[in-house]
């Protein structure tokens, strides 16, 4: 059995070698979450869990940990005041190009 540990080990050892200083894919928390979790379900075409995948490997995160990201990301720009800024912005540049708009035709 020490035959097979050693042989893991110095497969390992030359694929880490060989590697060098590029990333490895996935990482994990040296820590657990301060916060309670739940896992959720979510029901995807297979086509766009490869997009996810891909884009999750470039990040050098898990897919999972990806998608996490990005809901938690849109749940936090989806509040009241985001929201409520938002609106706010977009009636501004509404106002302000409606102006520029109409000193360009008094011009």
Do not use: H, K
Not at 34 to 45: D, F, I, K, W
């Amino acid at each position: 059995m020490s035959e097979d540990i050693r042989d893991v080990l110095a497969r390992e050892a030359e694929e880490s070698e060989r590697r060098g200083d590029r990333p490895t894919r996935l990482v994990r928390r040296a820590r657990p979450s301060r916060e309670p979790a739940q896992v959720y379900s979510v029901r995807m075409p297979v086509d766009r869990i490869d997009q996810l995948r891909q884009f999750a490997e470039r990040a050098g995160v898990s897919p999972t940990a990806l998608m996490r990201e990005w809901v938690l990301e849109r749940l936090d720009n989806e509040t009241p005041a985001v929201i409520d800024l938002a609106g706010r912005l977009r009636r501004l540049i509404r106002d302000q190009v409606r102006d520029e708009l109409e000193r360009a035709r008094q011009a």
